[in-house]
């Protein structure tokens, strides 16, 4: 994990502040309660470094509006305004070359226990790193992903990382780089901040909703990618102890995008990934622009050509 940047701007009340400008009051929901839902979206650069794409900026807005309207927040900004106000700071802080992390959150930041709430969009932006990410060593947590019914995993909202963060503390004692959340069946949740996607017999699994994960927007481009490869994908319940039996295993998400595991607790993973590859070099193409897919829907931010 790099440290935290501070970037030059960010976006609050509507327009580009300075960065030490963008605050909330101690007093608000956001901070007493933790009641904000936010989405990380990737900005791509193409293959010539032409034009920026903005990953899946739609279903990132949908999936935002889904959080919003399951923790009661407020949020009636249409497509276009979101995509302007994301777009605006962009074009403010994008470096030729160096791809981007945007991270749009919406606070309450007034109201208490769901009276009189109001909310705000925040977008902050960082730089990432162009480089294809390198394997991962992951371990168990002891800490679970909770029931529908208690913290549902589908809402994209601080309150569920919780558990993530405190995991992450527990792997890194260890030597993990990330951690697998189980659910309360004692079954596979996902990660910290991505999903699982694990290979047995030439088949693609990856755990359904319901079992304590996120809607993945990355996970839904898998699938797609899959079919074009010929490769089957199956969303089923994964059982704890298949991770140490599978021949390939990877965790996938916006900021992970795919890291395949070198080891799953003391156990190293097949040297090999072979269909994660395949799917991977398909993905990485499309996002360049190089091999349009269209599964991976950018959004142009320079006005040039990327993607389909
Ligand atoms: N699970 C969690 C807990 C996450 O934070 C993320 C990242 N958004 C994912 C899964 C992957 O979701 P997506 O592919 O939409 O980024």
């Known amino acids: ?58 279903a990132h807005f949908s999936r935002l509006k889904r959080s919003a309207q399951l923790n009661e927040i407020p949020f009636d900004m249409e497509f276009d305004g979101f995509s302007e106000a994301c777009m605006s700071l962009v074009r403010a802080l994008h470096a030729k070359g160096s791809d981007l992390w945007i991270r749009p959150t919406v606070y309450s930041v007034q109201g208490n226990w769901g009276l009189d709430t109001e909310s705000d969009l925040v977008i902050t932006c960082y730089q990432q790193p162009k480089q294809r990410p390198p394997g991962i060593e992951v371990g168990i947590s002891t800490w679970q992903r909770p029931l529908d019914n208690a913290l549902p995993a589908r809402i994209k909202s601080a309150a569920n990382y919780q558990a993530s963060r405190l995991a992450r503390i527990e792997g890194r004692s260890a030597g993990f780089e990330d951690m697998i959340l189980l659910n309360p069946m004692g079954r596979v949740a996902e990660a910290t901040g991505s999903c699982l996607l694990m290979v047995r017999e030439d088949c693609v699994f990856t755990p359904p909703a319901y079992e304590g994960c996120l809607e993945s927007i990355t996970v839904g481009i898998v699938e797609q990618l899959c079919e074009t490869l010929h490769i089957p994908f199956k969303r089923r319940p994964v059982e704890r102890s298949e991770l140490f039996i599978a021949d390939e295993l990877c965790l996938v998400g916006t900021l992970m995008e795919f890291g395949h595991l070198r080891r ?16 991977a070099d398909e993905f990485w193409a499309a996002v360049r622009g190089s091999r349009p897919h269209p599964a991976v829907e950018l959004t142009s931010v320079l006005g040039g050509q990327v993607g389909s």
């Open 264 to 279: 799953i607790g003391h156990r190293p993973m097949p040297a090999e990934h072979r269909l994660i590859g395949r799917i």
């Open 1 to 58: 994990m790099t440290k935290l940047q501070k970037p030059k701007y960010a976006y609050m009340g509507g327009r580009i502040v300075d960065w030490d400008d963008a605050r909330i009051h101690v007093a608000s929901e956001s901070l007493i309660r933790g009641i904000s839902v936010f989405e990380g979206i990737k900005g791509y650069w193409n293959a010539d470094e032409t034009d920026l794409g903005l990953l899946a900026l739609r």
